[in-house]
């Protein structure tokens, strides 16, 4: 059975710093990644990273995001620096197991406000 766990988030200022962490257990993944639902928007990648290490952002994020993983672990971080209000959402984990199946967190929320 395939679990993600995730941990980090919570309240910052514009220009602050947080870090996201994802831990999954249960398979092993291909892709891993966060994607982010704003209040009446759709759900949206974020950042992904394959299991060698190839990784997408979202145009939003470039420059100012992090993704890293330890495939060892299972593990998967989210560095997120120069935050700004529009970055406010929750934030989901995603994972892809050994049988193609997308898993999620249960998602964090990350509120950037002065």
């Known amino acids: 059975q395939v679990q993600v766990v995730e941990s980090g988030g919570g309240l910052v200022q514009p220009g602050g710093s947080l870090r996201l962490s994802c831990a999954a257990s249960?398979?092993?993944?291909?892709?891993m990644g966060w994607y982010r639902q704003a209040p009446g928007k759709e759900r949206e990648r974020v950042a992904t990273?394959?299991?060698?290490?190839?990784?997408i952002y979202a145009d939003s994020v470039k420059g100012r995001f992090t993704i890293s993983r330890d495939n060892a672990k299972n593990t998967i971080l989210l560095q997120m620096n120069s935050l700004k209000v529009e970055d406010t959402a929750v934030y989901y984990c995603?994972?892809?197991?050994?049988?193609?199946?997308?898993?999620w967190g249960q998602g964090t929320q990350v509120t950037v406000s002065s």
């Open positions: 990273m394959s299991r060698i290490g190839t990784t």
């Open positions: 249960g398979s092993i993944f291909s892709t």
């Open positions: 995603y994972v892809v197991d050994s049988w193609r199946v997308g898993n």
